[in-house]
């Protein structure tokens, strides 16, 4: 079982070897998230002293008689590495109490729509990852009778948010921000909402894209966070997984989502789980870098007459910046207005202008259309087009033709997913090199030589 929390007791069981000490080791106060993404989950071996987990490849377990084991049978319904990055998952993620890690974060939301039951109703958010649309609309109104509704839960008033829920609303499913159009939810308006219905409906968050460094929607109220660890978690853009966490509250939840996990089997492996926890240790210093090379990038791109919209929250033109810095987690509003007290010396504030890191994605409206976007998306020497986003390298992509073309155009239109709209993932390369790259590439998209190339 995993079980870890943030406070003041911090309770090491079910950590590798540690499960058969059962130890408890008392912590005075609690420590902070770096400390935290490091220690918890990853106690040095009680017989080995190696300091890092060893990858536990076994799929079995020996008993000393029936029914009497160390806390693992089978592999499948657990397994050391996979317990541990849980630990981890459930201390980073503020406000957690238990996690489950899965093989994808699009098994995470097959399980969380499977655990209500059919005939159910779920408020969604209308700018969901396409995967999840796919999933509500085309596999569970299929196979669990399940309706969905798309609200834009951005801009959608009060009156109209109540409207669409229902007596069997039994899911709000929250992306913030949203991708690739980067528009983010008032999470603790909508969890009021949500808790003044009678459905009372359970208030989910995918922060993926903000990964438990710069967003803690169980702080503000959420009832499960769900993550594509292949993104910033693991960081390395080489593991696809993902999971749910969930605070003290849900235990009984937890039950049912774990039944389901071990009886689908849509579980990681020990390699892959192990591989997420190294990339989770340095989860805070990426998101730092991620986010102050992201509002440099997002800076040059407001700054360029070849742009004609840049779509970044942290940025102080944007319309809800406000909403952005109120949604930082207690760490990340440490780091934001850290930085922001330095003002211009040794050039470290990235925005003198009000503007703060807010992770690592940034999109635009290149001026033009699809051509120009091409042609920017094939000049770039060090952004790699290609899809996904959060690893340690700069990704751009073209969410229409790309990660979104699934979506009808209609649709796409009513998103704002145009043809000239560009998503990238910034990496943390030297920021500097990463502006020039985009500088040359605009500056190329937008010239006369390569406007009648593509002519
Ligand atoms: C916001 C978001 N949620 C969920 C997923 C699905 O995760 P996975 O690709 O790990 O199945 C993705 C994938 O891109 C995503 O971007």
């Known amino acids: 079982m995993t079980i870890a929390n943030n406070s003041v007791t911090f309770i090491a069981n079910g950590v590798g070897n540690d499960i058969q000490h059962g130890h408890k080791r008392r912590l005075s106060y609690v420590d902070g998230f770096g400390t935290r993404a490091i220690h918890v989950g990853s106690e040095p071996n009680p017989t080995t002293g190696a300091v890092i987990p060893a990858i536990s490849l076994s799929t079995t377990y020996k008993q000393d008689g029936v029914g009497n084991h160390k806390g693992y049978e089978y592999s499948r319904s657990g397994n050391p590495n996979r317990n541990a990055l849980e630990t981890t998952l459930a201390s980073l993620e503020t406000g957690g109490a238990f996690a489950l890690a899965f093989s994808s974060g699009s098994a995470v939301t097959a399980t969380i729509v499977q655990a209500i039951g059919p005939n159910s109703h779920v408020v969604s958010m209308n700018d969901v990852y396409g995967g999840t649309f796919r999933y509500f609309k085309r596999v569970a109104t299929e196979t669990q009778g399940l309706e969905t509704t798309f609200v834009d839960l951005e801009n959608a008033d009060d009156n109209t948010i109540l409207a669409s829920f229902r007596d069997n609303t039994k899911l709000i499913w929250i992306e913030s921000p949203t991708n690739p159009t980067l528009r983010i939810v008032d999470i ?16 989910v968050v995918d922060n993926t894209f903000l990964s438990p460094f710069y967003q803690s929607p169980l ?7 769900v993550h594509s660890l292949t993104k910033y978690i693991n960081g390395h853009s080489d593991v696809v997984m993902g999971a749910a966490i969930l605070p003290p509250q849900h235990a009984h939840l937890v039950e ?4 389901l996990q071990n009886a689908h089997g849509a579980v990681p ?3 892959d789980s192990w591989l997420a926890q ?12 991620h986010g102050i090379n992201a ?10 007459h070849h742009v004609e919209a840049v779509l970044y929250p942290g940025l102080a033109s944007h319309p809800f910046n406000h909403l952005a810095y109120s949604s930082l987690s207690p760490h990340a509003k440490k780091f934001v207005d850290r930085l922001r007290s330095i003002g211009d010396e040794d050039g470290l504030n990235p925005d003198t202008e009000g503007g703060f890191p807010y992770g690592g994605m940034v999109s635009f409206r290149i001026r033009g259309g699809a051509v120009e976007a091409d042609k920017f998306l094939t000049a770039l020497r060090l952004f790699t087009l290609a899809e996904s986003l959060g690893g340690v390298e700069s990704l751009a992509e073209l969410p229409a033709q790309m990660t979104h073309g699934g979506i009808p155009e209609k649709e796409r239109a009513l998103l704002g997913i145009g043809d000239n709209l560009i998503r990238l993932s910034v990496g943390v390369e030297e920021a500097e090199d990463l502006v020039r790259d985009i500088e040359q590439a605009l500056q190329y998209a937008r010239s006369s030589e390569s406007r009648s190339l593509s002519d």
């Open 269 to 271: 492996s020990p390699y």
């Open 278 to 289: 190294r990339g989770l240790k340095t989860l805070h210093l990426r998101m730092k870098a």
């Open 256 to 259: 049912k989502l774990r039944f």
């Open 219 to 225: 702080v503000l109220g959420a009832d499960i966070v």
């Open 295 to 304: 509002l440099k990038v997002a800076r040059a791109l407001e700054r360029s």
């Open 188 to 203: 603790p308006r909508i969890v009021s909402l949500a808790r003044s219905h009678p459905s009372r409906p359970l208030v």
